[in-house]
């Protein structure tokens, strides 16, 4: 079965400075899917990227950009020039390709608390 | 309006009880899926289904029971409630064609007293 790791329950960053979450997995599958979600307080699960392991190239969306390296089935998000709409939790989650099977595996989060 | 909406948002009830909570959608998607979220332990699925006659059993599925009554409504059960079944409870939709995303509701907050 797949696991999701985050070994971060909690980070903190200053505002405008960049943080860096940590994520690595296991499978055995070639061919998924990596997520992140960010929960607010308004419980709200909002996707932040997404990545297909079949793409080398690092996923970016704004701010926000990830570092994954297949072969040591990390997946780090990292947040540049933090703000305080950043403070959440942050979930990573693994999916595997469309199919039967398809469904979402999530780790348990991490705080990240953004500070003046 | 919202895409996927659960209701009740927020319910407090009694251990024994049976509980229902609602999901629809108004996304045409034909997947769905019920997850439980507690403090330390992310989310983790019940059940989910693909299509109206298909359901399927998540990794805590034991205590809950579903219905698909149509491709829109996902419905999850809480037979006989017990306290640990307190968590936050979240329903979410997928569709194969669209970039693999899960479509989150709001969440209901469940509390089993």
């Known amino acids: 079965a797949q696991t999701v790791t985050q070994s971060q329950p909690e980070m903190s960053v200053q505002e405008a400075e960049t943080v860096t979450l940590s994520c690595t997995y296991d499978?055995?599958?070639?061919?998924?899917?990596l997520f992140w979600y960010k929960q607010p307080p308004s419980r709200q699960m909002i996707l932040v990227i997404r990545q297909e392991a079949y793409k080398q190239q690092n996923a970016t969306e704004n701010r926000f950009s990830v570092n994954f390296q297949k072969a040591a089935k990390s997946f780090s998000l990292k947040i540049s020039d933090s703000q305080l709409g950043d403070a959440a939790m942050y979930f990573c989650?693994?999916?595997?390709?469309?199919?039967?099977?398809?469904?979402?595996?999530f780790g348990t989060g991490t705080r990240l608390q953004v500070t003046l | 309006d919202a895409d996927v909406t659960q209701t009740p948002r927020n319910r407090i009830t009694k251990t024994g009880k049976r509980i229902m909570l609602e999901c629809s959608q108004t996304?045409?998607?034909?997947?769905m899926y019920w997850y439980r979220q507690d403090p330390g332990l992310g989310l983790r699925l019940i059940y989910y289904s693909f299509d109206v006659k298909d359901i399927n059993k998540g990794e805590i599925s034991d205590g809950y029971s579903v219905s698909r009554q149509a491709q829109a409504k996902f419905s999850l059960s809480l037979e006989s409630a017990i306290p640990n079944q307190t968590a936050l409870y979240f329903c979410a939709t997928s569709d194969l064609y669209e970039n693999n995303e899960q479509f989150f509701g709001p969440g209901t907050r469940l509390t089993v007293l």
């Open positions: 499978t055995s599958e070639s061919d998924y899917y």
């Open positions: 989650a693994y999916r595997t390709p469309t199919g039967t099977a398809s469904k979402l595996t």
């Open positions: 996304k045409g998607h034909d997947r």
